[in-house]
Nanobody, 123 residues
């Protein structure tokens, strides 16, 4: 099993930046593809970003492309989401997830999920 804990969320003004972190337990973190998803009340989980185990392949949802950057440090068992030029529409609970198979944008394919961290962007 893998346990994931997100941190770094908070309240930020539109146009500002936040950096989310996701710390993973276990010895097998480096072999997992990782993803970030977000969910606002009453809405489905939305794909934000994903990264392969090596970090060489990254993918982004259209709504965040050019503004968000996903990265990972396998030595620290941590994946990051740098969020720039934040908009009120980015307000949501952000979750990190681990996929023991190939990197994917489909949340149903991920095996482990963190508890989420709230990101609120004010107008």
């Amino acid at each position: 099993q893998v346990q994931l804990v997100e941190s770094g969320g908070g309240l930020v003004q539109a146009g500002g930046s936040l950096r989310l972190s996701c710390a993973a337990s276990g010895r097998t973190f480096s072999s997992y593809a990782m993803g970030w998803f977000r969910q606002a009340p009453g809405k489905e989980r939305e794909f934000v970003a994903a990264i392969s185990w090596s970090g060489s392949n990254t993918y982004y949802g259209d709504s965040v492309k050019g503004r968000f950057t996903i990265s990972r440090d396998n030595a620290k068992n941590t994946v990051y989401l740098q969020m720039n030029s934040l908009k009120p529409e980015d307000t949501a609970v952000y979750y990190c997830a681990a996929d023991r198979m190939a990197v994917t944008t489909n949340p149903a394919k991920y095996d482990y999920w963190g508890q989420g961290t709230q990101v609120t962007v004010s107008s």
